[in-house]
């Protein structure tokens, strides 16, 4: 006999608890305890604990440069300002991603122009990139989103033939590999978040890479001190700076950075468990609930990890996505379903409002231009269909199976679920 769904009063399935998240351990409270006890709370150069990040990073991405910054959207910023961005320039975006992925473009003075995604993936789709960009477009932000790394060898060509920068954002991609390469060091520069969901966290943090001296240098400018760019900037364009710089003031905490340091050292082994929790979930559920679709990854590529994407495929108007995460919540399955969508929120749509924080036209001609509902249709038929799973950074065996059990009971019971939608229907 089916078992009764929780949400109309039967048990609970899933009754493990889900582990603490970030995971933090002696190696981050040692590291921490360090930086307070040398009391170096403070970094305006690239000494202590920020330069040792600095220099392990470069080291694991095997990069020439790395710059850390106080927040993810910061490194974004900074990023788009080391490329050449600035008031009268465009930058391609998807829709899909965080909204400081987008309003990084304004900070640094440019417009963002949305475009649509490739159906079945995440990510920019490269036509997009081929039909949007136009003489004053500078460069596209690539997000590797949900740790879903992007082909880039698709988009690295589209944006080549129109001469677009190529900015990676890494931020739910940290580890992730894309036909053997790791994120972030196959664009121009790539950029990640340590906020403290992220696969590896200072609690508010992140850093970019690259292997262009001049757009680290250039990269430093917007938020970080002039002691750093006075020690740092070389080309002689850019030495001014030092004397007064953006000031926007990036700089990392460095109590951030030492849990950052200690996380980095694990994220390899964080990211196996992720992965061991993932395995055993989908497996079992490959072959029990046909209608969730799980995303393919680009050959030789392997996943980053900001919860777990899948595709609900189920007839939605006998049960929608939503109904059926409903009955997941009661069971006791914290299912994700994206982010806002964000080119129809007001920000974007009036232009009023959009004036408060940035300039609506340049003098070039550049503005930015509203997009009508229904503009970018695979963006929205994949938001409709999208369900994010946990996955946990310890390997839990049993509470997966429970999970499993959990997703397998409501898909057991939609024939029940498509009852509950009728009668919410005719309210």
Known sequence: MKQRLAMLGGPRTVTLPFPPYPVIGHEEVSAVTKVLLSRHLS????????????????????????????????????????????????????NNTWISAITAICHAGGTPVFCDIRRGAFHIDPAEICRKAGPNTKAVIVTHLWGMPADMGPVLKAAREKGLAVIEDCSHAHGARCRGRLVGTIGDVGCFSLQASKAMVAGEGGFLI?????????????????????????????????????????????????????????????????????????????????????????????????????????????????????????????????????????LFQDMKFYSQLWPVRHENGVEFRPLPAGALRNDEAERRELLVFPAPAVEMPDLMDQV???????????????RVQRKERRR
């Open 404 to 418: 499993a059990a959990a997703i397998e009971k409501v898909a057991a019971n939609m024939a029940e679920l498509a």
């Open 210 to 346: 690259t292997n262009n001296r001049r757009s680290y240098q250039r990269a430093m400018i917007p938020g970080h001190h002039g002691l750093r760019l006075g020690q740092e900037l070389t080309y002689a364009d850019l030495k001014p700076f030092a004397s007064a710089s953006g000031y926007w003031k990036y700089r990392a905490c460095p109590l951030g950075m030492a849990v950052a340091s200690a996380q980095l050292e694990r994220l390899d082994e964080l990211n196996a468990a992720r992965q061991a929790n993932f395995d055993r979930l989908s497996g079992r559920l490959k072959k029990t609930v046909p209608f969730i679709k799980w995303p393919k990854l680009p050959r030789r590529s392997r996943r980053g990890w900001y919860g777990t994407p899948a595709f609900y495929r189920y007839d939605q108007k006998r049960v929608s996505r939503d109904v059926f995460a409903r009955a997941c919540w009661a069971e006791g399955i914290g299912l994700g379903g994206g982010y806002a969508n964000w080119y129809q929120t007001p």
């Open 43 to 94: 970094e305006c150069g690239h000494g202590g604990i920020v330069g040792e990040v600095e220099r392990d990073l470069k080291e694991y991405f095997g990069m020439k440069y790395a710059l850390t910054f106080s927040s993810g959207t910061d490194s974004i910023h900074a990023a788009l300002f080391a490329v050449g961005v600035r008031p009268g320039v465009e930058v391609l975006t998807a």
